[in-house]
């Protein structure tokens, strides 16, 4: 009995070791799709999901010099390179995920995206070409449709989609170019003629750094079934 006793007491002082969170670096453009998908995620693995948004040269940036991420969500394929490079993820566990669009968002009524040349439109909000997606799209759709020199000086520059979104819908600017999946449920929203810009090919990739490598691998598939492709594409992705 003595010894019995002895043994539950070792045992009741043995606690499981709590399962460590995933953890995701994603770009801005994800903020309403993930989180969305992270709560069926959890309800389906009780697995906690903790995300960080951000751009994705941003979020790269940071894996490279040792964040602790179990998957990165770029917006970008060549930042997930990046990481690759750096030894931050697994080159073997990169894949597409999805196509983004570009869309004007602001207070109605927007103007088409020919006319953000006139005047009336004295600030534009893009995200920094620099290190985000969306950004670099939104640059080169202005070039290309000739725009560029007209507005060039009422740019504004934000540090993601998200963030220019924030802009516009506070007044600071007339106008922003932004993701589409955050704003895909408004209405009045104007999509950007994709052939102005390279196509916006979004890319995540494994890492090695995460406390939950099992439960990054979880929650990258979980994002390749059917119907988190579904909430991919109703939220303002293609494939």
């Not at 979020?59 to 602790?68: I, N, W, Y």
């Not at 000086?153 to 963030?163: D, G, L, M």
């Amino acid at each position: 009995m003595r010894w019995l006793m002895l043994s539950l007491v070792v045992l009741s002082g043995c606690k499981a070791k709590p399962v460590a969170p995933v953890k995701v670096a994603a770009a801005s453009d994800l903020t309403e799709v993930f989180a969305e998908l992270g709560q069926r995620f959890e309800a389906e693995t009780k697995t906690r999901v903790v995300f960080s948004f951000g751009s994705s040269g941003l979020l790269a940036k940071q894996l490279s010099e040792g964040a602790p991420f179990d998957v990165f969500a770029s917006a970008s394929v060549a930042f997930v390179n990046d990481t690759v490079k750096a030894g931050a993820c697994d080159g073997a566990t990169v894949q597409h995920y999805a196509r983004g669009r570009l869309a004007l968002a602001g207070h109605a009524p927007l103007p088409a995206f020919t006319a953000l040349a006139d005047e009336a439109n004295k600030r534009i909000a893009i995200a920094n070409p620099e290190h985000a997606p969306y950004g670099r799209a939104a640059k080169e759709a202005l070039q290309k449709a000739g725009l560029w020199d007209a507005v060039a000086s009422r740019i504004v520059y934000a540090e993601n989609v998200r963030q220019a979104l924030q802009l516009a819908d506070t007044g600071n600017v007339e106008v922003a170019l932004v993701a589409w999946s955050n704003v895909v449920h408004r209405e009045g929203v104007v999509l950007v003629d994709d052939a102005l810009h390279a196509p916006i090919e979004q890319s995540l990739v494994r890492c090695q750094r995460g406390e939950n490598a099992e439960g990054g691998k979880q929650f990258v598939e979980f994002l390749a079934r059917p119907e988190s492709r579904a909430v991919l594409l109703k939220s303002g992705f293609s494939e």
